[in-house]
């Protein structure tokens, strides 16, 4: 599987920013895309990801209410972030993977990473 992310740059503080991830490959029937960040000194953390079967979606609690995670038909994966704060600067990573319902957050659960997209949010 190969994953292809974009939709980074910079913003001001409050505004939005969409991600896509891409993937191509074998993809495989049954599986989850997540969105990571990784700030600079911080591990990389669970941002928000979708399973395919129920299209259920799940949120760090810090962009809850915020951040919205959606798919297409062509297998791609979006991350609509609206009102973004200097807190979400980070490398944002798109994964996928086919963890168990309980790893969804955990990063160690994903075979297939992207190659990160950069997003900057100035105060």
């Known amino acids: 599987v190969q994953l292809q992310a974009s939709g980074g740059g910079l913003v001001q503080a409050g505004g939005s920013l969409r991600l896509s991830c891409a993937a191509s490959g074998n993809t495989f029937s049954r599986y989850t895309r997540s969105w990571f960040r990784q700030a600079p000194g911080k591990e990389r953390e669970f941002v928000a990801g979708i399973r395919w079967g129920g299209g259920n979606t799940y949120y760090a609690n810090s962009v809850k209410g915020r951040f919205t995670i959606s798919r297409d038909a062509e297998n791609t994966v979006y991350l609509q972030m609206n009102s973004l704060k200097p807190e979400d600067t980070a490398v944002y990573y798109c994964?996928?993977?086919?963890?168990?319902?309980?790893?969804?957050?955990?990063?160690?659960?994903?075979?297939?990473w992207g190659q990160g997209t950069q997003v900057t949010v100035s105060s």
């Open positions: 994964a996928h993977g086919n963890p168990i319902l309980s790893q969804t957050r955990d990063r160690t659960s994903y075979y297939y």
